[in-house]
């Protein structure tokens, strides 16, 4: 049981360049979400997702894209890479109260971003 | 909306002191809170969580809290810390059954 992954765990951009972050959980779980972590800020969330097909936005949204084609992925995209982008991602899943959950969140291992 | 505020953005403590980290939260909903921790180039795991009844909650590694509803704190507390303790910890609330709202974080160094 993996749990949730992330991939990559690192990339260099340069200012203008795209790339896409995969999630993946194996937990069944019905939620999930971006997050990412600067220094002094805590963890902002990006975009969120409570089930197959379908994504809201969170806190800081501008910049990002996502999808949820299946129901154990989730997709980060950045379409035109920015300095301000520079951060480290994590991705997180939960099971819904439907499911049973907890409410507690699990979380991948990070991605560690820089655009330069 | 809710915002969590974490008094304390550096504890420096001595191994097998007691340490305290305190949050306090504001919401105009009634919240679930939570501690979770980040070990250095990991990611976030469940210290404790805080859903209903009693008040001090226990969680894993020694760990415990209080919620105190008139105060809106949910400080956490450990009587006597180890080295491995060193990492940065945050609270979190959230009025449902997602959409965390995270704290700044407090690191927490231990030394011998």
């Known amino acids: 049981n993996a749990g949730v992954t992330q991939t990559p765990k690192f990339r260099v951009l340069k200012t203008g360049q795209s790339m896409t972050l995969l999630c993946a959980q194996d937990m069944n779980h019905e939620y999930m979400y971006w997050y990412r972590q600067d220094p002094g800020m805590g963890l902002r969330l990006i975009h969120y997702?409570?089930?197959?097909?379908?994504?809201a936005k969170g806190e800081v949204p501008d910049g990002y894209n996502v999808s949820r084609l299946k129901k154990q992925n989730f997709l980060l995209g950045l379409e035109s890479a920015a300095p301000s982008q520079t951060s480290v991602y994590f991705c997180?899943?939960?099971?819904?109260?439907?499911?049973?959950?907890?409410?507690?969140?699990?979380f991948g291992p990070g991605t560690r971003l820089t655009v330069t | 909306a809710q915002s969590v505020t974490q008094l304390d953005s550096q504890v420096p403590v001595f191994e097998e002191a007691p340490v305290e980290l305190r949050c306090n939260y504001s919401s105009s909903v009634s919240v679930y809170l939570f501690w979770y921790v980040q070990y250095p180039n990991q990611g976030l795991q469940l210290l404790l969580k805080?859903?209903?009844?009693?008040?001090l909650v226990k969680g894993i590694n020694g760990f415990e809290a209080e919620f105190n509803k008139s105060q809106t704190s949910f400080h956490l507390r450990k009587p006597s810390v180890h080295i491995s303790d060193t990492a940065e910890y945050f609270c979190a609330v959230t009025p449902n059954d997602y959409k965390l709202s995270f704290g700044a974080g407090t690191t927490v160094t231990v030394r011998a």
């Open positions: 997702s409570v089930g197959e097909g379908t994504t």
């Open positions: 997180a899943s939960s099971y819904s109260v439907a499911e049973g959950g907890g409410y507690e969140q699990y």
């Open positions: 805080y859903l209903s009844g009693s008040t």
